[in-house]
């Protein structure tokens, strides 16, 4: 059952300072999404890099070991998508105390915002457990996006006490069940854009050679006949716009995942196997580079060829 979670009555991650731990430039996304209102304490990769990002007022306190900065911190977010990288990070594998298993207190929540695979995420969230860590998986792809919707895995209490800072992050939470829960709901979001561009994309190519104008039927769209993704695409791919936002193989990765997953349920999902022989096409002639909107070129030679 998918629960809307309610307002936290114990807004710890407000309340106490936020941990984000990762990649510099998400790092930099996320405390931009938090506010000036909440101290961060922050580690990553390369935190002169962080600091490009962020106006000189940030209240920021840099660390020099994630267990550092996860000390005193309500809610720690993970941003780091290579999963070896995520482990160092969380446990410090090699033995010492550099982790943040070794700074957070037992009323610490850890809240994983990359995508992975879903049973690494039950790997890393059993591991966070021995330790008496909370955690909660909740993959957010554009994480300063205006419209971002994050489906949240993991205990009720976990995730309500994370709930204020996810409040931040996204217009929409919702608590999608168990830890992995998070994955499998961001899984089926993103197999909906990646099916919906094949749409207009296939749409946009019928509409052309059966004579009727694709800046008319890009009207269309945007007046209301599909979702908004669908009006976006469809634009980019009338203007000839594909320089990347998310890139064909980005998405020729991100559905070749779901489809490992759907295997591994013992699911076959027609519909999810063309699209991902489509996307992987597409990138193998060469369109990888470019925005995933250019998959029209993929399915329209002509319009590759410029005719």
């Known amino acids: 059952m998918i629960r809307r979670v309610p307002p936290s009555a114990e807004d710890v991650g407000i309340d106490r300072p936020v941990a984000v731990l990762g990649d510099p430039e998400a790092v930099a996304a996320v405390i931009r999404q938090l506010g000036d209102d909440t ?35 309500g809610v720690v977010l993970l941003v780091a998508p290579d999963d070896d990288l995520a482990e160092a990070i969380l446990f410090d594998p090699d033995g010492g105390k550099w982790g943040v298993v070794h700074g957070a207190d037992d009323q610490s929540v850890v809240v994983d915002l990359s995508c992975r695979e879903v049973w690494v995420t039950r790997a890393v969230a059993s591991l966070a457990a021995q330790s008496s860590m909370a955690f909660v998986d909740a993959p957010l792809s554009v994480i300063d996006g205006p419209n971002a919707v994050i489906s949240a895995g993991g205990a009720d209490l976990a995730v309500t006490r994370a ?93 070749g995942a779901i489809r490992e997953l759907a295997r591994t349920l013992g699911l076959h999902l027609p519909g999810l196997e063309v699209n991902a022989e489509i996307w992987h096409r597409a990138v193998g002639s060469g369109l990888g580079a470019l925005d995933e909107s250019a998959l029209l070129l993929a399915l329209d030679p002509e319009m590759a060829a410029g005719e």
Do not use: N
């Open 163 to 255: 709930r204020p800072v996810l409040d931040r992050l996204a217009k929409h939470v919702v608590h999608a069940g168990a830890i992995g829960a998070g994955q499998v709901a961001f899984a089926a979001e993103r197999l909906i854009a990646a099916r919906t561009i094949e749409a207009v994309a296939e749409a946009m190519a019928l509409a052309r050679h059966g004579g009727v104008e694709p800046e008319r039927l890009s009207d269309a769209l945007g007046a209301g006949m599909a979702s908004g993704l669908a009006a976006r695409q469809g634009a980019r791919m009338v203007a000839g716009d594909f320089r990347p936002g998310v890139c064909c193989a980005d998405r020729d990765k991100e559905v």
């Open 39 to 73: 101290t961060t304490h922050v580690w990553s990769t390369f935190p002169a890099d962080v600091s490009e990002y962020l106006p000189a007022t940030a209240p920021v306190v840099f660390a020099s070991t994630p267990s550092e900065a996860a000390q005193g911190a």
